[in-house]
């Protein structure tokens, strides 16, 4: 059987996380650079090698100074940690259009197992002949299971930031 290639389309992707802010609002960011292949072997996709790495330093929440702040030490440490990095292990298929992505996520020098709900939206061609796949992934992680723990405790108790972000991923690829 052979491998079919697949790359990022950047254009008609989206690596987005949502957070807690003071414990009652959420506030939204993305990454804007970002790289992602996938290597398949058929057509439902199943085991395939999906590889992600994203700079850091294009984080946006659409605030200079929170994205300064989350560059720094207290965050991210970009200078020292410059991407995150996901190397799948397993892509399982569990109804129709529905799998299960499991894989490595590396982020501040900390590699862990993570595990998300994903949609397969299934192939189509583009109005310019390209085959094109699409992905869709949501899920849950602790920042603080990757070292990212800075917090400030409010005087009303709770703290500034939540631990839990949400991922909100949309990727759009196209065969090589």
Known sequence: MSTTKWAIDPTH???????KHMMFTTISGKFSKFEASIESEDTDFENSKIE???????????????????????FFDSEQ???????ATSFTKVNEGEYELVGDLTMHGVTKSVKLPAEFSGLMKDPWGNTKLALSLEGKINRKDWGLNWNSALETGGVLVGEEVRLNIELQFIKL
Do not use: M
């Not at 992707?13 to 957070?19: A, L, R, T």
């Not at 992600?52 to 200079?64: E, M, R, V």
């Not at 940690?81 to 190397?87: A, G, H, N, V």
């Open 13 to 19: 992707s989206e690596i987005g996380f949502k957070v």
């Open 52 to 74: 992600f790495t994203g700079a850091i330093d294009s984080i946006s929440t659409g605030n200079t100074d929170r994205d300064t702040h989350l560059l720094s030490p207290d």
């Open 81 to 87: 940690f410059p991407e995150i990095k996901f190397s």
